[in-house]
């Protein structure tokens, strides 16, 4: 009858909206992962800075009379 429509409409959106929050939990995860990689981009390129310029001192240093 009329019911079974009714039903299994409210079926299917209630499993749309668990799919879509467990896409956004995944996405929020993501994005997560996203920023603590950026983080530590930053960090291993302000590292590889030191070094160049250590390097850049330690060549000073040599050429100095």
């Known amino acids: 009858g009329p019911d079974y429509f ?10 749309a ?10 996405m929020s995860a993501t994005q997560q ?9 930053a960090e291993l390129e302000a590292e590889r800075k030191r070094l160049d310029d250590l390097k850049y001192i330690e060549k ?4 100095e009379p």
């Open 33 to 41: 992962r996203v920023d603590e990689l950026k983080k530590v981009q």
């Open 60 to 63: 000073l240093a040599r050429e």
């Open 6 to 15: 009714t039903d299994h409409l409210l079926g299917r959106i209630g499993q």
């Open 17 to 26: 909206g668990v799919q879509d929050h467990q896409i956004n939990k995944e």
